[in-house]
């Protein structure tokens, strides 16, 4: 399998296309990239193939990765004829993509690639194949797991929730640090502090997070020093907080496919 990646320098591009490379899914002769600012020496410590334009690029891969800001979609012009067209793309639906006249597949990673911690949801359009879905779970593994869903709507809410990666734990990692250093806390030991609450209290849901509401209600009936600080969350309106910044973020992902080209 030939992968061709389309900003293949970019955040998620370029987690991508270490990760093919490091876990041996291609081979440095197999992955060929492209970027708008050229080649560079190696890629990842690899040679691999630069093509200098995307129809190069098309004509030497089997799946062509599109993984660019929306607003650089229509300078592509990408003419991807039967070749199966992964877009990492948010809001660009496939009505646009499909003008590429490739088989396409949408796809929503998020910054956790970086470290093969991405859960990608994504959805196929009807003329993906069998061959075609296997392909793109083979190359969706180099970064984490993935899960296809059967609604393309419902991808604007993937982009909104899993697609913000470590935001809004790294917002509320903030939040507490402040909090800390404004009562006098040394800042090194503020950020200690803020990573046992978030990334190690995290890591209690990992596997299971559909027992959250069971593990907040022990909390809460336990009524000690938590329970209290969880009431003075939700009395500040927390949850409603979370709700409105993803429902902000779905509806600019919704903006951005009503964008004319």
Not at 113 to 140: K, N
Not at 149 to 173: F, R, V
Request: hydrophobic fraction near 50%; include cysteine; glycine fraction near 12%.
């Amino acid at each position: 399998m030939r992968i061709g990646i389309i900003g293949a320098t970019g955040w998620l591009g370029s987690a991508l296309g270490g990760r093919l490379l490091a876990q041996g899914i291609v081979r440095p002769d197999q992955l060929v990239v492209a970027n708008r600012s050229g080649a560079r020496a190696t890629y990842h410590g690899h040679s691999v193939r630069w093509a200098q334009d995307c129809a190069e690029l098309v004509g030497l891969s089997d799946v062509v990765v599109v993984s660019v800001r929306p607003d650089d979609w229509p300078a592509l012009q990408l003419h991807a004829t039967d070749k199966l067209v992964l877009s990492f793309m948010a809001g660009v639906g496939a009505d646009r993509l499909a003008a590429c006249g490739g088989r396409i597949v949408r796809a929503m990673p998020n910054a956790a690639a970086e470290i093969g911690g991405s859960w990608t949801p994504w959805w196929a359009d009807d003329g993906v194949t069998a061959e075609d879905r296997q392909a793109v779970t083979t190359i969706l593994s180099a970064i984490g797991t993935s899960d296809e869903i059967g609604d393309e709507a419902q991808m604007d809410l993937m982009t909104a929730l899993p697609g913000s990666g470590a935001a809004y734990p790294a917002l509320m990692a903030m939040a507490m640090a402040e909090f800390m250093t404004g009562q006098g806390v040394p800042e090194r030991i503020a950020w200690r502090a803020t990573e046992a609450a978030v990334c190690g209290g995290a890591a209690m849901l990992a596997g299971r997070i559909a027992d959250a509401p069971a593990l907040v209600a022990a909390y809460r009936d336990y009524r000690g020093t938590t329970a209290a600080g969880i009431e003075a969350a939700e009395a500040a309106g927390f949850s409603k907080a979370i709700k409105d910044a993803l429902l902000a973020a779905t509806e600019k992902a919704r903006a951005l496919a009503v964008r004319p080209e």
